[in-house]
């Protein structure tokens, strides 16, 4: 699912969701998505799921659809990469994009390379791979910024999108099940909550999470 430019819109912001893997939680299949922000200044991909199988996570069966692999996905067509945090299922595929900029919180970035049992290390420091270590929020383009929320881990963060007076966060694992922002319990879902978005597409579901007035997937200029 993606958002469709407007009849008589020159110009528009779309989020696009890409499955990327499969994971086994609690028995049942999890999806994992990481998501295309194609603006007119620029393409960003957040987060970059899996690209291959690793020991501390076979229990989890993963079933792999890595950026690499899918046909019509355009690696080198990526300017700049975005972690929503660490975790393994996140930063997989960082090496595809050797020697573009990846922005992530400078906590998230050295408790992932400090603290044990945290995420598959190798991973994050991956050859080649350029972090961009911000402390608090960032602007990436002109109506793309990055705030910090958190709360899953404490350096998360999410991708917040506004054009057109419309807004759509990409929170990664802010939230996993929809119902965590329908009933925010954490500092992180709080502030999702705060930012009143349109939208919020989460790592682990198909759809988009909405509020009850909210319809549309498309941000226009």
Not at 94 to 117: C, M, T
Request: with cysteine.
């Amino acid at each position: 699912m993606t958002g469709e430019v407007p009849e008589g819109s020159s110009t528009a912001v779309t989020v696009t969701p890409v499955l990327v893997a499969e994971l086994l939680a609690d028995g049942e299949r999890m999806p994992v998505y990481v998501h295309v922000i194609d603006h007119p200044d620029g393409r960003v991909l957040v987060d970059t799921g899996l690209t291959q199988l690793h020991p501390a996570v076979e229990d989890m069966d993963p079933r792999l659809m890595p950026l690499s692999t899918q046909e019509g996905f355009d690696v080198a067509g990526i300017d700049v990469v975005v972690n929503t945090h660490l975790h393994f299922d996140h930063c997989g595929g960082n090496h595809l994009f050797a020697g573009k900029p990846v922005y992530v919180q400078g906590v998230e970035l050295e408790e992932a390379r400090s603290r044990d049992d945290y995420t598959i290390r190798a991973w994050v420091d991956a050859p080649g791979v350029d972090y961009v270590a911000v402390d608090g929020g960032h602007e990436l383009l002109p109506g793309v910024r990055l705030v910090p929320t958190p709360g899953h881990t404490q350096g998360s963060q999410v991708v917040v999108v506004q054009a057109g007076g419309r807004s759509v966060v990409v929170a990664g694992d802010t939230a996993v099940f929809y119902d965590e922002l329908d009933r925010p319990r954490t500092e992180g879902q709080r502030l999702i909550r705060e930012l009143a978005p349109d939208e919020v597409w989460l790592s682990h579901q198909h759809e988009p999470w909405r509020p009850a007035n909210a319809s549309r997937a498309v941000l226009a200029d």
